[in-house]
């Protein structure tokens, strides 16, 4: 039930938006998990902001809180969200790996779905096209039902995908035909980055086609719609996007005043990727216009721009190595208080079985009319000696580890050291038992011999 509930919350992503003042004063953690995926999913399909390190934390420690595997799933794809941001590919795959079981076991199909697809955009990344368009099938065969709120949202993603690796490989009607569903469902969603993701494809495959009008019929729209984001992102993709075909088409006035509109969103985000971008643009421009020094002015910003991309991209790496120390400490404080409550309970099982044994003990011993032979004492003497290594093992298990560092042969001697102490001690016990049992079952049957004589006397 509560993935359905999680997943209407993301279907409203688009009429609702929250500010992160009015998420810090959230303090129900459910409903404060959800509006957090709110501010991401929103953040993350609208303007192309950079993924708050800081909420992925709280949505895991949100998950944990809770004891929620399906939420801790949720949260795990969103960490995957930020390092693949940051570029770190290894570590972000790492996290839909841990993903992936949490929401097979609920049976979640939007977060599986997602999962698989995020999977497939990472892998096509890495050049592994065979392995991208298996993950991608995997996502499309783990659609939500038709009847749940998200199946649009997750089928619109899978009919761009496909679009974009059909138009990859160079298959052009088969993109076409994703491309034009994808935007129909976009459509139907009201999704502009959707909307604006696949007008690009469907402009990308009619270049291809050498079909230029109706390539610029869908620059225009993807253009259109780039004007309806608050940021400065999808307008300079969509310009950038387009100020190439331009180049292509030679129509290099109308390129120039595009160039200069990306050269201006570049400065005013001062991001040096998009920097980069524009300053490529603004050299291929010039080249083609055969102005040598602007092309060579652009081209030294190129230059240098590109180190302060490698430069930034060192300190987002040690960013996200930072985050991912947070997340292991965070892995390693629930495991270990997860194993001292299951010692706790071990603690108090075994305590139980302590009180049982000695109480059936000392019911034999003060007993005036029960016999037990040697072998009953025998047997559970031997079970309260095992109940009783176990009680302290556990008692000192976490003492042990520290003193010997986890070394397994250091556990074994001194586990074996404290046996060596129990069993004399068991052997001296488990004999003075006996002899208390033997001179009491004598007693006993004593007792019952007089009895016997006496009335047999009365018979006589």
């Known amino acids: 039930m509560l993935p359905i509930f999680i997943g209407t919350a993301f279907a409203q992503i688009n009429k609702t938006v929250i500010t992160k003042i009015e998420l810090a004063a959230i303090k129900n953690p459910l409903e404060r998990f959800t509006a957090t995926i709110k501010y991401l999913e929103n953040a993350d399909t609208g303007e192309g902001d950079v993924i708050d390190s800081t909420l992925c934390i709280d949505l895991q420690k949100m998950a944990m809180q809770l004891k929620n595997d399906s939420l801790l799933a949720i949260s795990y794809n969103w960490i995957f969200a930020y390092f693949n941001a940051k570029g770190r590919t290894n570590e972000a795959i790492e996290f839909l790996y841990k993903a992936l079981p949490l929401a097979e076991k609920y049976n979640d199909k939007r977060r599986i779905s997602s999962i698989y697809f995020d999977l497939a955009s990472t892998f096509s990344g890495l050049g592994k096209k065979t392995e991208s368009y298996d993950f991608l099938k995997k996502g499309g065969e783990n659609l939500p039902d038709k009847t749940s709120p998200m199946y649009d949202y997750m089928l619109v993603q899978y009919q761009r995908s496909m679009a974009a690796m059909f138009l990859g490989k160079k298959q052009l009607d088969s993109a076409l035909f994703y491309a034009q569903i994808s935007n129909q469902t976009a459509e139907r969603l009201n999704n502009n980055l959707y909307k604006f993701q696949t007008l690009r494809i469907l402009a990308g495959a009619y270049v291809e086609k050498k079909e230029p009008e109706i390539a610029n ?21 969509a310009y950038n996007a387009y100020v190439g075909y331009l180049i292509i ?20 985000e001062q991001n040096q990727g998009l920097i980069l971008g524009a300053a490529t643009v603004k050299r291929t421009l010039y080249d083609k216009l055969n102005k040598t020094d602007s092309a060579y002015y652009y081209a030294k910003v190129e230059i240098a721009t590109r180190k302060l991309v490698f430069d930034e991209e060192k300190l987002s790496g040690i960013q996200a190595m930072g985050l991912k120390e947070q997340l292991r400490k965070m892995d390693e404080a629930a495991i270990e208080e997860a194993a001292k409550q299951q010692r706790k309970q071990n603690i ?3 305590f139980l079985a302590i009180g049982i044994v000695t109480f059936l003990i000392l019911f034999f011993l003060l007993s005036r009319s029960i016999v037990v032979t ?4 025998s047997f559970f003497g031997i079970l309260g ?18 003193v010997t560092h986890h070394n397994p042969m250091l556990m074994l001697l001194a586990l074996v050291a404290l046996a060596s102490l129990l069993i004399p001690l068991h052997h001296r016990l488990e004999k003075w038992i006996k002899e208390k049992m033997t001179d009491k079952n004598k007693k006993i049957r004593l007792a019952s011999a007089k009895k016997t004589i006496e009335e047999l006397e009365k018979e006589d």
């Open 217 to 237: 019929v869908y620059v225009q729209k993807a253009m259109a719609v780039a004007q309806l984001f608050k940021g400065n992102i999808r307008k300079f993709e």
């Open 249 to 268: 088409k030679d129509s290099l006035k109308e390129a120039t005043v595009l160039a200069d509109k990306i050269w201006t969103i570049a400065q005013q």
């Open 348 to 350: 108090q099982y075994i």
């Open 374 to 377: 040697e072998k009953w004492i």
């Open 385 to 402: 000696l095992l109940i009783v290594f176990e009680f302290i093992n556990l008692l000192i298990h976490p003492f042990l580890e520290r």
